[in-house]
Nanobody, 125 residues
Framework: EVQLVESGGGLVEAGGSLRLSCAAS????????IGWFRQAPGKEREGISC????????YYDDSVKARFTISRDNAKNKVYLQMNSLKPEDTAVYFC??????????????????WGQGTQVTVSS
C-alpha cells in the first residue's frame, strides 16, 4: 500500500524558511522520481518541483525557482523541500507524490492515486 507522509509545515513570516519532509513507503522508492505539489485555498493542486530517481536531476516551476531546493535520500525513502525567502503566495497545503519520468527527466505527472494528508504552510506578510 502506497503511503506518503508529509511534515515540516508551519506558520512563518515572509522571508523566512521551512524544510518539508516526505516519508514514502509501499513502493520501490528509488525506482521513482518524486515531486512536490501544493494546493492553495480555492485553487487547483499544482506541481512545483521534482527530482529524478537517482542522478539528482531537478525541475522547479518558475514560481519557486531559486528559492526552493528539492533533495532526496534513497537510503531513508525520504524527499525534502527546503523553502527559503517564503512569500505569502506560498501559503498552501504541500504534498509529495511519485511522478513519471520522461527521457530521464522527472515530470509533474503523478504516478499514484493515493495522496498523503499534506502539510500546511502559512506565510504571513
Amino acid at each position: 500500500e502506497v503511503q506518503l507522509v508529509e511534515s515540516g509545515g508551519g506558520l512563518v513570516e515572509a522571508g523566512g524558511s521551512l524544510r518539508l519532509s516526505c516519508a514514502a513507503s509501499g513502493f520501490t522508492f528509488d525506482e521513482y522520481a518524486i515531486g512536490w505539489f501544493r494546493q492553495a485555498p480555492g485553487k487547483e493542486r499544482e506541481g512545483i518541483s521534482c527530482i529524478s530517481r537517482s542522478d539528482g536531476t531537478t525541475y522547479y516551476d518558475d514560481s519557486v525557482k531559486a528559492r526552493f531546493t528539492i533533495s532526496r535520500d534513497n537510503a531513508k525513502n525520504k524527499v525534502y523541500l527546503q523553502m527559503n525567502s517564503l512569500k505569502p503566495e506560498d501559503t498552501a497545503v504541500y504534498f509529495c507524490q511519485a511522478v513519471t519520468t520522461l527521457r530521464s527527466q522527472c515530470t509533474l505527472y503523478y504516478e499514484f492515486d493515493t495522496w498523503g494528508q499534506g502539510t500546511q504552510v502559512t506565510v504571513s506578510s
